[in-house]
């Protein structure tokens, strides 16, 4: 991935084989295809917050960054000061990622530097992909010829997770850290813990240490005693 002048990494954890498909196969198939190929020169994917919607374009700009292409990763949406400039020289990328692209609605100069980006891309051979909280038309973009640009390509919803895909989740993400969540020590923690992906992740990586430190398995009266600590 190309280095740009800030602190931008992807996240260690953001593979497409750490992430449970439950229902939104097909947008993981094209962001796969987004990895390997152009066939498509704008994809846009929408979710709530914790749908997933970042691991998801992470795992796809890292995948093509595997396969030796020529990558860039921005995520719009944290609060690192990006400027405008940031954009500049992405037009002969291979594949651009944009987390919460949504973050720039409504800021004209952004959006003039992202329409320009889209045509150069769109000329170039390249893909632009992005991630947004909802669909192009609903986001808030001044520039009607954007919105337009934007939805010329798929647009594709991430369907949340249901308990039982919650709980396979955790233990996929469990297996990918190296260790095994049982069954039922996984229930007691959907019945003990906000349910958002985030924070369910964020508890397994607390047990995750308090375990080996202890040298103990995943047990339900060890993982009480951590929550109630």
Not at 104 to 111: L, P, S
Not at 120 to 131: E, F, P, Y
Not at 166 to 182: K, M, S, T, V, Y
Not at 214 to 220: D, P, S
Request: aromatic share 6%; charged share 25%.
């Amino acid at each position: 991935m190309e280095q740009l002048p800030l602190e931008v990494r992807l996240a260690d954890h953001a593979v497409f084989s750490n992430f449970l498909p439950a229902g939104n196969e097909l947008v993981i198939h094209e962001l796969k295809s987004a990895s390997t190929s152009a066939h498509q020169a704008m994809l846009w994917v929408w979710g709530p917050a914790e749908s997933g919607r970042s691991h998801l374009l992470q795992a796809c700009i890292a995948e093509a960054d595997e396969r030796g292409r020529r990558t860039a990763y921005l995520p719009l949406g944290r609060d690192l000061g990006l400027p405008i400039a940031a954009l500049d020289g992405l037009g002969d990328f291979a594949v651009v990622g944009l987390d919460d692209v949504d973050a720039i609605a409504g800021d004209a100069g952004f959006e003039r530097a992202l329409l320009g980006l889209f045509e150069q891309l769109r000329q170039s051979g390249g893909r632009l992909v992005v991630t947004a909280a909802a669909p192009p038309g609903e986001v808030g973009f001044g520039l009607p010829d954007l919105a337009s640009r934007l939805r010329s390509g798929g647009v594709y919803r991430l369907q949340p997770l249901d308990d039982a895909s919650r709980l396979q989740a955790l233990q996929i993400r469990a297996r990918f850290r190296g260790f095994d969540l049982p069954e039922d020590t996984g229930r007691y923690l959907l019945n003990r813990t906000p349910r958002g992906p985030a924070s369910l992740f964020g508890v397994l990586d607390t047990l995750d240490r308090a375990a080996l430190v202890a040298q103990k398995r995943l047990t339900i009266p060890f993982v009480r005693s951590v929550l109630d600590a």
